[in-house]
């Protein structure tokens, strides 16, 4: 496939994708790092540093809540869990997808019947 077909520009769903990994429940950065990958938007494993900007950023913003986990053995971990805000953030990232996939599926229908 020509490079000049599609986008290359994954990161415009590492929101969408870390607030439905943290939809399951609370979660460290580098298991939401893994997590995010099964979903498909990024060719490789995500950055780590674009990562942690995402959730620091979604942080500030309200769409997540972060605490320091000190238990265990090793330093201290922080945790992230989605907030309200974030839930419905992700609301409408999930009808923003089904109306791209819609008109999508309209282009594509509209390619094949011609």
């Known amino acids: ?3 000049k077909v599609g986008g290359s520009k994954p990161q415009r769903y590492v929101q969408p994708s870390l607030l ?27 950055p780590p540093g674009m990562i942690y900007r995402h959730l ?18 090793g330093p201290a971990k922080r945790v992230y869990s989605i907030t309200q805000e974030g839930l419905e953030i992700l609301d ?5 997808m089904e109306r791209q996939r819609n008109s999508l599926d309209n282009f594509i229908n509209m390619y094949r019947n011609q």
């Open 1 to 3: 496939m020509s490079k």
């Open 20 to 46: 439905m990994a943290l939809k399951g429940g609370e979660s460290y950065g580098y298991q939401l790092i893994q997590a995010i990958a099964e979903y498909g938007f990024m060719r490789d494993e995500a």
């Open 56 to 73: 620091r950023q979604m942080d500030d913003e309200g769409l997540v809540e972060s605490r320091w986990d000190a238990e265990g053995d």
């Open 92 to 96: 409408a990232w999930v009808l923003h």
